[in-house]
């Protein structure tokens, strides 16, 4: 990572993902669900937050266990080299989650736990995976021990090379949600479910201290320069 003794730009997105959901024993729907893609830029560091596979009208009334495509990338349109890191929130609720069979998963007792898996195109399981090209910050994320009262899980994820001027990101930590199937309380259709995508961005050629390694360690400190 380079070294210069000069302030860091550094540049945000938010872009917000939210659905009205249903969950009543265990059929679930998602409606209302939209993007919006904000661009904000400081100094020399500018991004755009994309998500190129993504159709809105996929997302209403889905079903359980059904797959929506969704894939951030970060375009880097500014002149210098930058670090780029995505925070995702999935939102967090109480209840039993059911196999396709119809079997609880995990035994019957309710838990605190996400209402979607984020899975790579080839996953067809039950499970969150990512891909590689992105290296996840976990002493950065918040939620994930699921204490009574968690409503959002984070996760936080940093590209692991540096973007140069003109490029995207070629790969997104995961490629689509999928809608757990949860036996629990009703949900009022009134209430608002989030999965929230956030981009950020340094410029790499002003970091004191940091080593060169791309590696977790590193990169959660470039983090916590913007954070």
């Given at each position: 990572?380079k ?25 679930a ?9 904000n ?6 560091v ?5 998500e ?23 375009q ?40 979607f ?20 910050l976990n ?32 790969i997104?930590?995961?490629?689509k ?41 590193n ?9």
């Amino acid at each position: 990572m380079k070294n210069k003794n000069k302030k860091n730009p550094v540049v945000s997105i938010v872009g917000g993902i939210t659905a009205a959901a249903v969950i009543i024993g265990t059929i679930a729907f998602l409606t209302s669900l939209d993007e919006t893609t904000n661009v904000f830029s400081a100094g020399n560091v500018s991004i755009t937050l994309t998500e190129p596979d993504y159709n809105p009208d996929d997302a209403k009334n889905m079903i359980p266990y059904q797959e929506v495509e969704k894939n951030p990338k970060i375009q880097n349109n500014s002149s210098n080299e930058i670090y780029v890191f995505l925070r995702i929130t999935v939102p967090v609720s109480k209840g039993t989650e059911l196999n396709e069979d119809g079997t609880a998963k995990d035994g019957n007792t309710p838990k605190l736990q996400e209402l979607f898996y984020l899975k790579t195109k080839n996953n067809e399981e039950l499970k969150t995976d990512f891909h590689s090209e992105w290296i996840e910050l976990n002493e950065v994320e918040t939620g994930k021990d699921y204490a009574e009262g968690t409503t959002e899980r984070t996760y936080v994820f940093a590209y692991n090379q540096i973007l140069n001027p003109n490029e995207q990101t070629e790969i997104s930590p995961f490629d689509k949600v999928q809608l757990k199937n949860l036996k629990e309380q009703p949900v009022p259709d009134t209430v608002t479910q989030v999965i929230g995508v956030e981009a950020f961005a340094i410029q790499a050629d002003n970091l004191d201290g940091i080593g060169s390694e791309m590696n977790e360690d590193n990169l959660t400190q470039v983090y916590k320069l913007i954070k």
